[in-house]
Structures are given as C-alpha cells and as structure tokens.
T-cell receptor, first 114, second 115 residues
Framework: AQSVTQLDSQVPVFEEAPVELRCNYS??????LFWYVQYPNQGLQLLLK??????LVKGINGFEAEFNKSQTSFHLRKPSVHISDTAEYFC????????????FGSGTRLLVRP | EAQVTQNPRYLITVTGKKLTVTCSQN?????MSWYRQDPGLGLRQIYY???????DKGDVPEGYKVSRKEKRNFPLILESPSPNQTSLYFC??????????????FGPGTRLTVL
C-alpha cells in the first residue's frame, strides 16, 4: 500500500532564507506526486505536481520540487521565503493505476520569522 | 467565481444527533470527495464520487454516509455522531477522477465538534 512520510512536523526559518520541506513516499507502482499548501483558516491549494518528464517541477509562489525515484522522495524547496509563506504544506501521492485516490502526508508547518 | 462551498463552517453538536454537512461546487466537476483532517494524520479520504449516483468508500468511511443525486452537491451525513468524529472536514472536487490532468479544488473546511 502506498504511504507518504513528512518527517518534519514544523520547520522554523528566517525570512529570505532558503527552505526545504522533505517528503518520502512508498509505493509498489509508479506514482503521481503533489504538494498542497494550506494557509490559516483556508482550504488546500495545489502548489505543484509531478506527472512525468522533467524531475524538477516548478510551482506557484516560487516553489519547486524535485522527484527522485531512487530515493522515493519529492522534496519541496524555495530559495528565499517570505512571511506570507507561513502555512502548512502537504505532500500527496496517487498511484497511476488508481488516480482517483490521493494519499496525504501528515503535513509540515512552515513558520517564517522576520 | 469558481469555488467549492461548505456549510456550516463551524458546528458544535452532541453525541447521536444526526447532522449533514453540505458541499456544493459550481465548476461542473464530475469528481467530488470528502476528507477529514486531524493533527499529525494529514487528510484522510472518507468517501468519493466519480459522478452522479456513483459513490465509493475512501480510507475512513465508518460512521459516515454520502449521496450524489446532483452533479454539484455532495452532502456528508453523520447519522449518529460520536466524539471521535470531531475533526476538520474538507470537500474537494475535480473535473474528472483522473488526477493526471486535474487539480482538486478544496472547500474552506467545516470544523465539527461532537460533545
């Protein structure tokens, strides 16, 4: 069965510093990978997704993620964060043979400090 | 404006009192889904619907019911709520069930407390 692990429950970082949010997945088949962001008191929004092709995926708000098949990882990065990036970030995976089912990780709270 | 709406946004109820959380989307999406979000567990899928009159269980369906009589609406029904159903609930929709081409759009959430 597929699963998603986000090892860091909270990541504090200073404004304008780089950040990496880690995501590892487990699946016996090929997968699609997603990052969602949840701002306080809001629903989730899609940041970016990996379907196929280039392993480096660029998303909204300056975020990018790299798919590493050998390490089964899909880490999210941003070179310089802003206060407004403070939110909870969820990694999710969907297996290619059952693409209607989305499995989420437990989330990482990014706290950007001035 | 394209959106997914949920009502109510906040609800406090007591054990055993039937309740319904409504979900509606105005994007003519075929696929709709309900999730619950609990601290440390992320989002877990309760039920989903591929189209009108087609529903199926997700990972945590116990204690919940759904119906899909119209394309735009996908209500979540708790026939006899219990305290372990206290959670934050999200409804989501996408054009079709194939996530390779679709983005899931989420509602604002419903915070439910069962006493």
């Amino acid at each position: 069965a597929q699963s998603v692990t986000q090892l860091d429950s909270q990541v504090p970082v200073f404004e304008e510093a780089p950040v990496e949010l880690r995501c590892n997945y487990s699946s016996s088949v090929s997968v699609y990978l997603f990052w969602y962001v949840q701002y306080p008191n809001q629903g989730l929004q899609l940041l970016l997704k990996y379907l196929s092709g280039s392993t480096l995926v660029k998303g909204i708000n300056g975020f990018e993620a790299e798919f590493n098949k050998s390490q089964t990882s899909f880490h999210l990065r941003k070179p310089s964060v802003h206060i407004s990036d403070t939110a909870e970030y969820f990694c999710a995976v969907s297996e290619m043979d059952s693409s209607y089912k989305l499995i989420f990780g437990s989330g990482t709270r990014l706290l950007v400090r001035p | 404006e394209a959106q997914v709406t949920q009502n109510p946004r906040y609800l406090i109820t007591v054990t055993g009192k039937k309740l319904t959380v409504t979900c509606s989307q105005n994007m003519n999406h075929e696929y709709m889904s309900w999730y619950r979000q609990d601290p440390g567990l992320g989002l877990r899928q309760i039920y989903y619907s591929m189209n009108v009159e087609v529903t199926d269980k997700g990972d945590v369906p116990e204690g919940y019911k759904v119906s899909r009589k119209e394309k735009r609406n996908f209500p979540l029904i708790l026939e006899s709520p219990s305290p372990n159903q206290t959670s934050l609930y999200f409804c989501a929709s996408s054009l079709i069930g194939g996530l390779s081409t679709d983005t899931q759009y989420f509602g604002p959430g419903t915070r439910l407390t069962v006493l």
